[in-house]
């Protein structure tokens, strides 16, 4: 027996003795108590101890914390997630004597370790929305107390205790996996769709004021050309005329000459009278 462990002194089957690192009123009392111990005597510290050779055996037992673990496990959040839950405990054998008559090993303990935590887990999680299991670090804490609460007051007749639960992790379930993706990437191309079709509908708007304004500013450079054109013709017309008033023949053959420049091209051939006006110059009379 090392400083780590405690014993059981145990004779033709039946507990005779423990020896324990510390003598607690609780464990006086599940002893006084219990009909298959009530004769146990409880031996308080460590050291050298006698036993009747070939009639008493002694079992140690670990006085340690010790480790439960076991697989992810499904369970449901209030509100219907289902999600991957992967926790681990840690818990002590409180009463070897308690121990010894109802559990016997660290296997039979961790599988009832198994039922009892998964259930109340389980329970309190039922109350939990996801969002919070997630990312409510103090609810998640009062939750796992809660945990450990219940499960230490089913554990009492089996001389064990909780000290502590955790979780190491929580996933949602493979087969979830590929409809979560297809709903975000559905999401997403809502989303994609929605933009496009907001930037479609504010192209075109740029589009429709930007002809707007082309029409615009052509409608004012055409009034301003037309205005322009005006002008000149007006200037032309006074000039002409000014010309005109001050030497009428030399202004009569001067638009003559314009005149059979525009019609006289590429050898074309005219059939005019000889006294038309148009044939004056040209005939020399």
Do not use: C
């Not at 219940?150 to 409809?179: C, H, K, S």
């Amino acid at each position: 027996m090392t400083e780590t462990d405690q014993a059981v002194v145990v004779r033709f089957g039946e507990v005779q003795k423990i020896v324990i690192s510390e003598k607690t009123p609780q464990i006086v009392e599940q002893i006084e108590q219990h009909s298959r111990l009530s004769n146990v005597k409880i031996v308080e510290g460590k050291g050298l101890q006698f036993k009747i050779p070939f009639i008493d055996t002694v079992e140690t037992y670990s006085d340690r914390l010790l480790t439960y673990d076991t697989r992810p496990r499904q369970v449901t959040t209030l509100d219907k997630k289902r999600i991957e839950l992967d926790n681990y405990a840690q818990w002590v054998i409180s009463n070897p004597a308690l121990f010894r008559v109802t559990m016997r090993t660290e296997v039979n303990a961790n599988t009832r370790l198994d039922d009892m935590i998964y259930s109340n887990l389980n329970s309190e999680i039922g109350r939990t929305n996801m969002t919070q299991l997630i990312s409510d670090i103090d609810h998640v804490e009062s939750m796992l107390e809660n945990v450990v609460n219940r499960t230490n007051a089913g554990l009492e007749e089996y001389g064990m205790e909780v000290v502590d639960i955790r979780i190491r992790q929580t996933d949602l379930p493979e087969q979830n996996l590929d409809n979560i993706y297809n709903r975000m990437r559905t999401e997403r191309e809502r989303i994609a769709n929605r933009y496009l079709s907001e930037g479609e509908e504010e192209a075109q708007k740029i589009r429709s004021n930007a002809d707007r304004e082309a029409r615009i500013i052509e409608a004012e450079a055409y009034e301003t050309a037309e205005i322009l054109r005006g002008q000149g013709d007006a200037e032309a017309t006074r000039i002409y005329a000014e010309v005109y008033n001050q030497d009428p023949e030399f202004y009569e053959f001067f638009r003559a000459l314009q005149t059979y420049r525009t019609a006289l091209v590429n050898d074309t051939t005219i059939v005019i009278p000889s006294d038309s006006e148009f044939a004056k110059y040209l005939l020399g009379n």
